[in-house]
């Protein structure tokens, strides 16, 4: 998807309202690599990743980046610290090439005041993710290092994974051990034990330069 044709927040407007919104946002092209969003900058705009991928970064006790959050499109970020006129608290890294649109906080803002149906939709998204928030918290409070783990490994096969024969593949680079421990609260040591427990049950196999997961259920 290169347009906002299709884009969920904007489902229910008629094709000549996505029109007029689309012309409205700065339509850019980002690399692999490219940080859109720097921890620390004024949030004063809002992303609309209309293709590819991106992470959230933010640093841990030691100054390491660690990624809290994957977005694949079509995805919405950086409007709830525009509406509230904060600070962006981490770094967007983008993944895969990425076709983003940024809208200004003054455009975004007369957006939501002229489309209410645009409005709801970005309610419900933003409760969407809350509710992942909260489910993920529950998990790091009170679920096994395995169960927490797993979540994870299914966000990064959402967004990474790639279809082949034996199940679901994801670049080992994309799937780094220590990345894994740091999201899930756990020591890089508990990971490499849960891999090699699920390896036995032949749930994950590594072929190559790639994992690949056999059994998603």
């Known amino acids: 998807m290169t347009s906002l044709v299709d884009f969920p927040l904007f489902a229910s407007c008629t094709p000549q309202a996505v029109a007029t919104i689309a012309a409205q946002g700065d339509w850019r092209i980002c690399a692999p690599g490219e940080q859109i969003i720097q921890p620390g900058q004024p949030a004063d705009a809002v992303y609309a990743l209309v293709q590819g991928a991106v992470r959230v970064l933010m640093l841990d006790d030691s100054g390491g980046e660690v990624t809290v959050k994957l977005f694949a499109a079509p995805a919405i970020f950086g409007e709830m610290e525009t509406l509230l006129h904060s600070h962006f608290i981490g770094s967007v890294e983008v993944i895969d090439r990425a076709h ?3 809208f200004s906080e003054r455009v ?3 957006i939501l005041e002229t489309y209410p149906p645009v409005m709801k939709n970005l309610l419900l998204d933003v409760c969407r993710r809350f509710r992942v928030s ?9 679920r096994s290092v395995e169960q927490r783990l797993a979540s994870l490994v299914l966000s990064y096969a959402r967004v990474f994974g790639v ?3 034996s199940g679901i593949q994801i670049c080992a680079r994309d799937f780094r051990q220590d990345e894994l421990a740091r999201g899930v609260a ?7 034990r849960t891999f090699h427990k699920w390896q036995e049950m032949g749930l994950l196999h590594r072929q190559g330069t790639a994992y690949v997961m056999t059994d998603l259920a």
Not at 186 to 192: D, E, G
């Open 108 to 110: 975004f803002t007369k």
């Open 100 to 102: 983003v649109v940024v």
């Open 163 to 165: 279809a082949v024969t």
């Open 186 to 192: 756990a020591s890089r040591k508990s990971v490499q």
């Open 134 to 142: 909260a489910l993920n918290e529950g998990y790091l409070a009170f």
